[in-house]
C-alpha cells in the first residue's frame, strides 16, 4: 500500500521534520489518502460523509525526513455540538503547521464547500499544496482544464493530481512533501506510529463497520464505548464495547432481525482488531440508547472528539 520509496540516507544537517494537515470538506478521501501515506491502516474509511470525528496524528518516515501528519475532519455546516467540535478541530489544524494539503475531489468539480476550504486558508495563511484526489474517476482530458482553474483560486506551493485509492502520483506527492518540511531532528521515538490510544482505535474499527452496513441516520447518530480491553493468560484479548445511539428504533436497526446485524458488525470487527492488535479478540458488544449525546460535553470528551471543557 505505501507510496513512498525509500531513499539513501542522507547527512544529519540535511534530515528534514514537520507538521502537515490534511484537509478539505467531507468525503473527498482524506483518510484514504493519509493510511496510503503511511502505508498503514491508521484511520478508518467509509463512503460516509464525516466518518472522522477527531483530528488523527501519524507519522511517516523514511531515512532523509519525519512527516507528521493530521488527519482532520471535513469541514461542514454543523448541526449538533459534535459537529462543532469536529470543525473547530479541522479549523485549528490549519494552524502552526508547516503544510497544508487541500483534498478536492476530481469527480466534483470546486464546488462552495472548496471555495470555502480555500476561504479558511487565507485567513490561516499557511503553505499550501493543492491534491486533487479521485483521479482514477475522472477522463483524463478534464484534468488539465480542471487544474488550470483551480490555480486561478489560490497561490498555491504546488499542485498534485493523485488517487488515494490506487496510489497513482501519490508518491510524487510524498517527495514534495518531504521536499518542503523545514530541516530538523526526528519528532517522535522510532516506534511512534499514531497518537490515537488503544481504546480510541478499537472503537474506530467498529464503528467502521457500521458505517459500512448501515445508511442514512445510523452512521452519524452512533458512537462506540470501548469499555473493558482484558489481555488473559492466552495472550487473547477480550473486548467489551457498546454502541451509542439516540433513538429506539435506532437500537432495533443496529441490532437487526435475531441479532444478525450486530453479529455482523462483531464478526469484521473483531478480525480488523485482531489484525491491530497483533493477537486473537473476543468481542462482546451492547447498544444502548443515549439520547441527544451529541450535545453531551462530557460524552463528547468521553468519545475522544471534544478535547476542552
Given amino acids: ?15 528534514r521534520s514537520g507538521f502537515v494537515a490534511l484537509a478539505g470538506r467531507p468525503n473527498v478521501g482524506k483518510s484514504t489518502l493519509l493510511n496510503r501515506l503511511i502505508g498503514s491502516k491508521v484511520s478508518i474509511v467509509s463512503p460516509v460523509s464525516q466518518t472522522t470525528r477527531s483530528v ?37 489544524a490549519l494552524e502552526n503547521v508547516d503544510l497544508v494539503l487541500l483534498l478536492v475531489a476530481a469527480p466534483d468539480g470546486l464546488g462552495p464547500g472548496d471555495a470555502y476550504m480555500i476561504r479558511l486558508l487565507q485567513e490561516a495563511k499557511p503553505p499550501a499544496f493543492l491534491v486533487i484526489n479521485k483521479i482514477d474517476a475522472v477522463a483524463r482530458e478534464k484534468l488539465l482544464p480542471w487544474i488550470d482553474q483551480a490555480s ?33 531532528q526526528p519528532l517522535f521515538p522510532e516506534e511512534f506510529l499514531s497518537d490515537l490510544p488503544v481504546r480510541l482505535a478499537l472503537a474506530e474499527r467498529i464503528r467502521e463497520q457500521v458505517l459500512l452496513r448501515t445508511r442514512e441516520e445510523i452512521p452519524h447518530s452512533t458512537a462506540v464505548l470501548v469499555e473493558e480491553i482484558r489481555r488473559d493468560e492466552k495472550g487473547e484479548y477480550r473486548v467489551s464495547a457498546t454502541l451509542l445511539v439516540d433513538r429506539e428504533s435506532q437500537k432495533g436497526i443496529l441490532i437487526g432481525r435475531g441479532g444478525e446485524m450486530l453479529k455482523s458488525v462483531g ?9 491491530y492488535l497483533e493477537a486473537p479478540v473476543h468481542l462482546s458488544l451492547w447498544v444502548k440508547v443515549k439520547k441527544n449525546w451529541r450535545d453531551d460535553p462530557s460524552m463528547l470528551r468521553l468519545l475522544g472528539i471534544a478535547t476542552h471543557r
Fill in 56 to 92: 488523527v496524528r501519524a507519522v511517516d518516515r523514511s531515512p532523509h525526513a519525519e512527516v507528521v501528519y493530521l488527519d482532520t475532519p471535513g469541514v461542514h455546516r454543523p448541526r449538533f455540538r459534535m459537529n462543532r467540535e469536529m470543525v473547530r478541530a479541522a479549523r485549528e
Fill in 1 to 15: 500500500m505505501r507510496c513512498a520509496k525509500e531513499e539513501p540516507p542522507v547527512s544529519s544537517e540535511g534530515f
Fill in 152 to 184: 486561478r483560486r489560490h497561490a498555491w506551493e504546488e499542485i498534485f493530481p493523485c488517487s488515494a485509492l490506487t496510489g497513482e502520483g501519490c508518491e510524487a506527492l510524498s517527495a514534495g512533501i518531504r521536499k518542503r518540511m523545514p530541516i530538523g
Fill in 267 to 275: 464478526q469484521a470487527a473483531r478480525g480488523e482488531m485482531a489484525s
